[in-house]
Every structure is written in structure tokens, then in C-alpha cells.
């Protein structure tokens, strides 16, 4: 099946609520592997931010005013065409962060980074990551190692967008949303996961049909739970063994 860009829907965004760091919980994996003394730092100049389903982090050619790391709740970075539509190039969790232009002096997002999945997240101002970042070199060589999974991340998923049935690439999704989030149910609608994958409604509920049948997961009035998680695994394309495995090895490598 031809893959074909699909359109967001309108493009109003939902808002945020926004507190100051007061010792909250921390689950972000690049926050949680500072040494005390850069996460001091860090900590002393972040914010909590709860955010809904459709939260704009950042929009493509507009300046980048914050960066986040995600603790909670999934970010979805879209690529977006001059007509308005756009595909799905990566997917950011707790281990990630989004705003990685800001880290070589880029101060303008060449993507869309909406949340997919409600949560919550720490956010930093791009002038205050900026001064961080030369005091704080574990923080500098976390990011950069989070460069390069992200852009392993992109690299797989285009493979996978072009080579792989839907049913496969949405298994493939799946599994790399629970990664990313822990827990075996989430809040999805059709028209996101179209918006994801890069396919037709019509497309998504026939793989999601598939995987139904097969004992893999539910999905009724836009909750999906995994069912079968081994299965599901079975059922995705080569892509998410690929992409984990690289980045089982990677992470093994000391800082």
C-alpha cells in the first residue's frame, strides 16, 4: 500500500498547566543520570508542565522557546508539508527530551512536536539551556547520546513507513509506545494513529482489526490495551527488534 501524508485536523492546541519545580518526581532517564550537583543546577531552573492530548511543544519554523524533558505521557515529532499535512518521525518518552536543535545553537524547530498521550513533563527555557549546558557536561553528553537515538529513530521509522504492511508498522507502534511509557493501555483515536503512520483511517482500523483478532490487543472508543505482548512483538515488522537492540548496546556503553 502507498504511504500517504494525512492531515493533522484542525490545528488548534490544547494548554498546558504550568508550576514551578517544587521536588516533584522525577522519572525523565536523562534528568535521573545527572550527578546531584548538575541536577541541582538543572532543577533550579526548570518548570512542571502538565499537558493534554494535542499540547504543542514546539512548531515547525517558529522559534523554540522551551525545551522539554518528557516525564510522562508520550510526544509525537511530525514532519510537515507545505499543505498542511504531516507524518509521524519520532516518538519521545520519559527517556527523551524535545528541543535538540537548541543543543548546536539552533534556535528555530524544523519539526512539529505535539503530545500524543497526555503527561507531564520538566521544561527549560532555551537562554537557560544555553547557560547550562557549558557548566553541565554530563547533561551536554546525555543529550548528544539522545541525539543519536532519536536520529536512529527517525532512520528506522522511514524505513518502516515505506517497506512495511500497516498492520506491522502499527504493531511496531505499539510497542514502542509501551517502551516509552510503561503500563499496557493508553487513550488513542483513529484519527491520531492515521496521523502517525502516515495511512488512511480506513487503514488503521483494518490493522487494528488484525491484531484485535489475533488475541494482540483491544480497542474500544479509542482506549488500546496490549493483551499479548510477546505476540505483539511477533506481529511487528523487523524494525522495533532492530532499533531496540541497537539501543540495548548503545546504552550499555559507559558515559
Known sequence: MTNTLTHFGDTRFDKPTIRPFAGQSIHNSILLGLPPKERKMVCAKLEFVEFPTRFLLNEIGKPIEFAYFIDSGLASVLNVT?????????????????????????????????????????????DDLANLL????????????????????????????????????????????????????????????SHMLGTRRASVTIAAGILHKAGLITYRRGKVSIENRAGLEKAACECYGSLTRQLKQWRRQPL
Open 82 to 126: 507545505s499543505q498542511g499535512k504531516s507524518v509521524e518521525v519520532g516518538l519521545s518518552g520519559k527517556e527523551g527530551f524535545v528541543g535538540l536543535p537548541l543543543l548546536v545553537g539552533f534556535r528555530n524547530s524544523p519539526t512539529r512536536a505535539v503530545a500524543q498521550i497526555a503527561g507531564t513533563a520538566f521544561r527549560v527555557s532555551a
Open 134 to 193: 557549558p557548566r553541565c557536561p554530563h547533561l551536554l553528553k546525555r543529550l548528544h547520546r539522545y541525539t543519536q537515538e532519536f536520529a536512529l529513530q527517525v532512520t528506522q521509522v522511514a524505513a518502516c513507513n515505506r517497506l512495511h504492511r500497516v498492520d506491522q508498522r502499527l504493531a511496531r507502534w505499539f510497542l514502542m509506545s509501551q517502551d516509552r511509557m510503561g503500563g499496557s493501555s493508553f487513550m488513542l483515536t483513529q484519527e491520531f494513529l
